[in-house]
């Protein structure tokens, strides 16, 4: 059942709105935390999970799809691999980073500094935390590719996913052309695109304001933009309402996640006015909140990990001096004796990821938004062909969720970018032989792009500017 209701729409949110309004929960105890802000620990209840396997041709298309991806890398850095790829830092280029077997070693190989006055920190914790202990560039002025390797090296990223996030950064909030954005907000090391030719671009904004596109309502740990006006910093009130969610030495499972996660949807549907959940940044707002899991201490080699309350406290940023739960913007750290996941987090696994978080949490699957007054979410009717949504093409299906999410990138992109696109895959008409991406409609209401529709319809696109 989970998986036909997948099949229905998926895109980048992966399934389609179940109704304009929300009145029941996968999480029946949801009903009475919404209004909590911080709450005591609901009774989980066990859930049975889908699981699939990969099939002999699944492997194949997949081996396909990172055949193309390392492409795209030769594509983008001609002649030498490691003399386009260096970015100073101490950073040299693919294959610098050596984790071994073992636990990260936190004291002598990658020790903890906090950041200067100087160094750039922003709504990242992941990304924060391998800055501070100098896996990327300890000033928060990243390339997209040490980036991409720290993220695989320590978390064991995928690499197809890997890629996949730190385009959008880039696009979104720093440097297409040079591919470097700043960790937290706009920096003169991160200049204007092409320096500013005939004063069209303007200077990159970094991660922090990066509204609807890789930032978006309904984070975990942070407030809505447009309700609180700032969406970088860490709330500590958030974090407790998540820490507390789970009695203290019991484990913080996929479940446990995703009920905040959704307690999360709801409470920004509930409160803010402004409350938008595109296309794209539901992807990726629940992309971010999935990674949480790969925080888990895997010295056990298992999948899921361990992910402790004194985990969290850790990758958070938070410290016991002086008191418990004091906040230090920008320190978060990798915990001692920490191992990473044994095996990598790939696209074709986060994907039977969302399925699973879908069919516990529904709302997360929606596309749409508060049209100007708190809980009033209007979603996207994704089965009317006029909204170009319903003649996509099944993305369920090999690479083809990967194809389109790099199409909305390109088509989100500066025009100057587009050589980027045409050289790794050619025209638009030639992705489908490169790799064996699907014919993907314009995505049009009534000749109308579907991205301006959003923005007319929904407050908070129209704030951003962003329908994505």
Known sequence: ML??????CLILSLTPI?????????YPELVGLINDNRHSHAREQPAQFETKERTEEQQKLYARQLEVLTG??????????DAAL????????????????????VWGQFPFEPPGPYDQRGPCPGQNALANHHVISHTGIVSIWEVIEGTMAVFNLGYDIALLSVLAAVISGGDPVTMKYSLGGPDPRVGAPLDGLLGIFGTPQ?????????????????????????????DVNLFLQFYESVPYGGLFTREAIVRASCVRWHQSKDWNPFFYYGPGTGYFRNFAQEVIMLFGNHSDGSIDGVLTHDILYSFYGLTSDPVPFTYREGWERIPENWYRRPVPFDFLGHITELLVWFGLCPELASIGGNTGTPNSFVGVNVNDPASGIANLPNLLEGTNLLCFLLQMLKFVSPSFTNNIYASIFGLVGDVTATLGCPEIPDLTRGGEALFANLQATYPGARMAESGF
């Open 3 to 8: 998986f036909q209701l997948a099949r229905l």
């Open 18 to 26: 179940l109704s304009t309004r929300f009145h029941a929960y996968a």
């Open 72 to 81: 795209l890398v030769d594509a983008l850095a001609p002649g030498t691999l």
């Open 86 to 105: 260096s970015f100073g830092g101490g950073w040299s280029g693919f294959g610098s980073i050596d984790i071994g077997n073992g636990p990260i070693d």
């Open 206 to 234: 970094g991660l922090e304001h990066t509204h609807n596109f890789v930032e978006c309502d309904s984070s975990m740990t942070r407030q809505d933009v447009y309700q609180y006006g700032n969406a970088w910093t860490m």
